[in-house]
C-alpha cells in the first residue's frame, strides 16, 4: 500500500465512519479504531521505498513516498491514533457531537499520512493545514472556554503556516520545484543567504507548532481546554509536527551533509544553530517553572510539554549524531508519557468532571489502574531507569557531557530535576491524600479506557528494558540519511563515555525491590487504619470524618517556590501589553473601517478593490 | 558469576547497615559532646531499629504508604549496588554517575508518594518542601559533577576513582566546586540548616509524621543506606574514593563527622531561604569553578 491510497481511503473512511456515528456513536469511534488498526498494519508491512502520486486538479501532482526518512514517524503517528481512538470508545461517551469529532478525528489522521508521508513541499503544506482546520473545530468542542483556545490556535497556526509557505515559496524560486528530492539534488545551487532564510523561515513555523520558549502562549489554553480525549493528541503528535518540520530542514540542509565528515562546520555554517539550542534550553526552564505553579492537571502537563520540546529542539539544534538520535528517542519518549499522563488524567475528568487539582483527593482506591498508567508515565518523564525516558534523556545528556556545555546541560538538570516536582503535584493532589465526601462512589473507567492506558503503560516498560526496540530503528535511519549511526543492541546502551546495560539495571532494581519486600513481610503484618484516623498532635478534629476535604493538603501546593518567582516578569503580561498598545494605536483605524455598521466594511472592500485595480492598470 | 553478584550484594548491604548506623550512633556523642551532654552509647541507634521492627503494632494506610517504603527502601539497596567503595565493585564495571542519581531519585519518589499516602497534612507540607529543596541542591552538584565527567571523559564512577588514584584528588584541583558539592551533600541528607522538610518542631517531622512499628525501621535503615550513596559519592568524586575499603572508610568518616559538626550549631533555613541560597551560591560558585576547569583543562 502507498501513502495516497491510504489517504484516499481515509478519507472516505472519515464519511463512512461519520454516518456511522449517527446511527451508533460507539460503533463508529470501534470502526474508527479499526481503520487505524489496519492502516498500521499496511504502514509496517510496507518496509522500503515506496512512492506515489496523487493528481488533483489542473494537472498539480501530490508526491508521497514512505521512506526511512519519515517511516518511523508515520508509525508513530498511527500509533498514538490508534491508542487514542480505542480510549474514545468509552472516553467521547459525554461529548455534545459525537459523528462530528470522530469525523474531525479521521480527517486528523488523513493529515497526519499527508504530512509524515510528504515527499513535497505542497502536499506538506496542504496537509499541514488540513490539521489545523480539523484541531480548530475538535478544540472548540472542550471546556468552557474551549472557544477561546481555539481562535489563539487558529491565530498562531496561521502565523506558523504563513512562515512555512513564504520558505516553501522561496525553495521554488530557487530551484524551480516543490519536491524533497529536487531539493536534495540542487543543494548546491542554494547560496548561503537563501539557505539561512529558507532554515529561518521553516524553524519559526517549526518552533510556532512545536511550542517553544517566545511562542510557547497557546499550549497551555489550547492543552488545557480542548477535550479530554483530544489533549494527547495534540501533545503526542500535533507538538511533534513542528519537530518533523524543524527534522526535515535538519536533513536537507546540515546535518546529513556536514555531520558525518565535520560537525564543527555545522556550527560555522549555520551560526542559528547554537541559538536554537538556547531557545530550547531556555524554554525548558521556562516551561518546568511554568509547571510546577499550575493548579489545573492539564495545563500543567501542557507545560511539561513546552520544557520536553525543547529538550528535543536541544538535541536536534546540537549537531551530534548521539544528541540527534536522543532527539529522536525523546520524540517517541514523549509521545508516550504525554499519552500516559493525559488519557489518565482525561479519565479523572472523565469521572469527576474536574481537572482542577486541589479540588480531587485520595482517588487511588477508586482509579487503581488509572493511577498506575500516571505512576508509570512520570516515572518515565522524570527519567528514572528502568524507564523509556532514562534512555534518550541519557543520549541527550551524555552529548551534552562530551561536549562540555555547561548552559545546556545545566538547563537539562534543571528540567529533570524540575519535573518531579510538577508530576508529583497531580500525583499528591488527585490520586493521594484525603479524599472528599462526593468523590466515595467514584467507579474505575470503562474497560476500553482502561485497555488503551494499559498499553501506554506496558511499552513504556517494555522500551525501557528493551531500549533497542526504539534504538535499533533510529540507528538504521541515521545511516540511511546519511549520519553517522549510533551503535544500538537490544538492551545496551552505548555512548563515548560509558556503556551501560539496562537488563542488569533493571534486575538490581527488581532484586532490591524483593529484598525490601521479604525484609517487609519478616516482621509483624500491619494494623490498616481509616484514612481519618491521622495524627492530630492528641487533638480530636471532628471535622476530619464529616469534611476530610479540610485536611488535604493540595492549595499552593510549592507556595514557598512560587514566592521566589513573584517579581518576575511574565512573557504573556508582556504579549499583552503590546496587544494594548498596538489596538491603541489602531483605534483610529477601527474608528474609520470597523464601526459596527455595514458602511465600514463597505469603504474597506471598495478601497481594497481600488487599491488592487490601481496596482493592475500600472 | 550470578552467585557471587548475589554474595557480594549482601555482603554489600550487610557491611553498608553496621558501618552506618554504628556512624550515626556515634555522630549523636560527637553533637552531644559539643552541645555538653553525655550522649547515648553508639549502638543505641542499632536498639532504636531493632526495636521498631520488632514492634507487634504498627498502622498502614493502604496500599500505596506499604508501596511507596518497599520502593524507597529496594531503590535505595539498588543504588547501593552501583557505587564503587574502594576496591569493592559488586558488578565490575557497572558504576555509572547517572545512573546512581536517577536511581536514588527513585527511592525519594517512593517515600514521597508514601508519605503523601499516609494523606496527613504535615507529611504532604514536608514532601513539598523537600521536592522544592531537591531543585536547589542538586543543581549545583550536578554541574560541577558534570565538570570533572568532562574533564576526564567518562561518566562512570570507576574510571573517575583510577583517574583521581593517578593524577592526584580532584579536592585539590577544584577546591571551590568540592566545597559547593559538599554543602549540597549537606542538603541532600537534611542536615541542618538544611532540614525544613523534617523540621519537628513546625510540622511534626514531616514526611515521617505517620510511620510506626516496622516502617519506621525499615525508613531508617533507607536513610542511613542513603547517606552511604550520598556521603560515598561525595568521597569518589573528591577524594580520590580509595584504593583499599578501609582508605574509603576513613574519608567517609571524616566527610560525615565533618558535616555533623557543622551542622550540629547552625539553625535552620526557611525552605525557599535555601533555594535561593543554592542558587546565588552554589550555582555562580559551580559556574565559577566550571570556567576556571575548563580554562585550565583546555590550556
Not at chain 1, 488523513?110 to 513541499?121: E, R
Not at chain 1, 502536499?123 to 472557544?147: N, Q
Not at chain 1, 501589553?577 to 489602531?586: D, G, H, P, T
Request: aromatic share 16%; proline share 3%; net charge positive.
Amino acid at each position: 500500500m502507498n501513502v495516497s491510497s491510504l489517504i484516499i481511503i481515509a478519507g472516505l473512511m472519515s464519511i463512512v465512519i461519520y454516518f456511522i456515528s449517527k446511527f451508533n456513536w460507539k460503533l463508529g469511534t470501534a470502526l474508527q479504531t479499526i481503520t487505524f488498526l489496519v492502516f498500521g498494519y499496511f504502514l509496517y508491512s510496507t518496509h522500503g521505498d515506496s512512492q506515489s502520486v496523487l493528481k488533483i486538479f489542473n494537472g498539480v501532482n501530490l508526491r508521497f513516498a514512505i521512506s526511512d526518512f519519515n517511516y518511523l514517524f508515520l508509525l508513530i503517528g498511527v500509533s498514538v491514533m490508534f491508542i487514542v481512538s480505542i480510549f474514545s470508545i468509552d472516553g467521547i461517551k459525554k461529548f455534545k457531537f459525537k459523528p462530528a469529532y470522530n469525523f474531525l478525528i479521521t480527517l486528523i489522521f488523513v493529515s497526519i499520512l499527508g504530512v509524515f508521508g510528504a515527499a513535497d513541499f505542497i502536499a506538506l503544506f496542504i496537509f499541514w493545514e488540513l490539521l489545523t482546520w480539523a484541531a480548530f473545530f475538535i478544540v472548540s468542542m472542550g471546556k468552557k472556554f474551549s472557544r477561546k483556545a481555539a481562535l489563539l490556535f487558529l491565530f498562531m497556526s496561521m502565523i506558523s503556516a504563513y512562515f512555512l509557505i513564504t520558505g516553501i515559496i522561496t525553495i521554488n524560486n530557487t530551484i524551480g520545484s516543490f519536491t524533497f528530492e529536487a531539493l536534495i539534488n540542487n543543494y548546491d545551487l542554494l547560496t548561503y543567504s537563501i539557505k539561512i532564510k529558507i532554515l529561518i523561515f521553516f524553524l519559526i513555523a517549526g518552533l510556532i507548532k512545536s511550542g517553544i520558549y517566545p511562542f510557547h502562549i497557546w499550549v497551555r489554553t489550547t492543552h488545557g481546554e480542548s477535550p479530554h480525549t483530544f489533549s494527547p493528541v495534540l501533545s503526542g503528535l500535533l507538538l511533534k509536527f513542528g519537530f518533523y518540520i524543524i527534522y526535515l530542514i535538519s536533513i536537507f540542509f546540515p546535518i546529513s551533509y556536514i555531520i558525518s565528515s565535520n560537525p564543527a562546520k555545522l556550527i560555522s555554517e549555520i551560526p542559528g544553530s547554537t541559538f536554537f539550542a538556547y531557545l530550547g534550553g531556555i524554554s525548558i526552564i521556562v516551561g518546568t517553572i511554568s509547571a510546577i505553579l499550575q493548579n489545573d492537571a492539564k495545563k500543567l502537563i501542557a507545560f511539561s510539554s513546552v520544557s520536553h520540546g525543547g529538550y528535543i529542539l536541544l538535541a536536534f539544534s546540537f549537531g551530534t549524531s548521539l544528541a540527534f538520535a536522543g532527539g529522536l528517542a525523546h520524540i517517541i519518549v514523549h509521545a508516550l508519557t504525554a499519552l500516559g499522563m493525559f488519557l489518565s488524567i482525561g479519565a479523572v475528568y472523565y469521572r469527576t468532571g474536574t481537572t482542577k487539582i486541589d479540588e480531587m483527593g485520595g482517588l487511588i482506591k477508586n482509579m487503581p489502574v488509572t493511577f498506575t498508567t500516571y505512576l508509570v508515565s512520570i516515572i518515565s518523564l522524570a527519567g528514572i531507569p528502568p524507564l523509556v525516558g532514562f534512555v534518550s534523556k541519557w543520549l541527550i545528556y551524555q552529548s551534552l557531557i562530551v561536549r562540555g556545555s555547561y548552559f545546556l546541560a545545566f538547563a537539562a538538570f534543571f528540567g529533570s530535576i524540575g519535573s518531579f516536582m510538577y508530576v508529583f503535584r497531580p500525583l499528591a493532589g488527585v490520586f493521594l491524600g484525603q479524599r472528599p465526601k462526593r468523590f466515595e462512589n467514584v467507579k474505575e473507567v470503562p474497560v476500553f479506557m482502561q485497555v488503551s492506558m494499559l498499553i501506554v503503560t506496558l511499552l513504556t516498560v517494555l522500551f525501557g528494558v528493551l531500549p533497542g526496540l526504539i534504538l535499533k530503528p533510529i540507528a538504521y535511519m541515521q545511516q540511511q540519511i546519511g549520519i553517522k549511526p549510533i551503535k544500538a543492541s537490544l538492551y545496551k546502551l552505548f555512548t563515548e563515555l560509558t556503556t551501560l546495560d539496562m537488563v542488569i539495571v533493571f534486575s538490581v532494581f527488581s532484586a532490591g525491590f524483593i529484598a525490601a519486600l521479604i525484609v517487609f513481610m519478616l516482621f509483624a503484618k500491619p494494623t490498616k487504619v481509616k484514612q481519618h484516623e491521622q495524627y492530630t498532635a492528641g487533638e480530636i478534629v471532628p471535622e476530619l470524618q464529616t469534611q476530610p476535604s479540610i485536611y488535604h493538603y493540595a492549595k499552593n501546593y510549592y507556595k514557598p517556590f512560587a514566592r521566589i518567582f513573584e517579581k518576575f516578569p511574565s512573557l504573556e503580561n508582556w504579549y499583552r501589553k503590546c496587544a494594548n498598545y498596538l489596538s491603541n494605536i489602531f483605534e483610529i483605524f477601527e474608528e474609520f473601517f470597523y464601526k459596527e455598521s455595514i458602511n465600514g466594511y463597505i469603504w474597506l472592500i471598495t478601497l481594497t478593490f481600488l487599491i488592487v485595480l490601481f496596482i493592475r492598470w500600472f | 558469576m550470578i552467585l557471587n553478584i548475589i554474595l557480594k550484594g549482601l555482603i554489600l548491604l550487610l557491611g553498608a547497615f553496621i558501618f552506618q548506623v554504628s556512624l550515626s550512633g556515634f555522630s549523636r556523642k560527637v553533637v552531644a559532646r559539643i552541645q555538653k551532654r553525655y550522649g547515648p552509647v553508639f549502638w543505641q541507634n542499632f536498639r532504636d531499629i531493632f526495636k521498631f521492627l520488632f514492634k507487634e503494632t504498627s498502622i498502614s494506610h493502604g496500599f500505596i504508604f506499604d508501596f511507596g517504603v518497599l520502593m524507597a527502601f529496594g531503590g535505595t539497596m539498588a543504588t547501593l549496588i552501583f557505587l564503587p567503595y574502594g576496591s569493592f565493585e559488586v558488578i565490575p564495571g557497572q558504576t555509572n554517575f547517572i545512573v546512581v542519581i536517577y536511581l536514588l531519585a527513585i527511592g525519594l519518589l517512593g517515600m514521597a508518594m508514601s508519605a503523601v499516602g499516609s494523606a496527613n497534612p504535615n507529611a504532604s507540607i514536608g514532601i513539598s518542601r523537600a521536592l522544592t529543596q531537591m531543585l536547589g541542591y542538586e543543581l549545583p552538584f550536578l554541574i560541577v559533577a558534570l565538570v570533572i565527567m568532562y574533564i576526564n571523559k567518562s561518566s562512570s564512577l570507576g574510571v573517575l576513582v583510577q583517574n583521581q588514584i593517578q593524577n592526584g584528588w580532584n579536592i585539590w584541583s577544584m577546591p571551590i566546586g568540592a566545597g559547593v558539592a559538599f554543602v549540597s551533600v549537606m542538603g541532600m541528607l537534611g542536615k541542618k540548616p538544611f532540614d525544613s522538610p523534617i523540621a519537628p518542631a513546625e510540622i511534626a517531622s514531616g514526611p515521617l509524621v505517620e510511620y510506626s512499628g516496622k516502617y519506621l525501621g525499615i525508613l531508617m535503615i533507607q536513610h542511613d543506606f542513603a547517606t552511604v550513596i550520598e556521603v560515598g559519592l561525595f568521597v569518589n568524586l573528591f577524594l580520590g574514593g580509595g584504593q583499599t575499603v578501609i582508605g574509603f572508610a576513613i574519608k567517609y568518616i571524616v566527610v560525615y563527622i565533618l558535616m555533623v559538626i557543622i551542622s550540629s550549631f547552625l539553625p535552620r533555613f526557611k525552605v525557599e531561604e535555601s533555594v535561593k541560597f543554592f542558587w546565588k551560591w552554589g550555582l555562580s560558585l559551580a559556574l565559577i569553578q566550571a570556567i576556571i576547569s575548563l580554562g585550565i583543562y583546555l590550556i
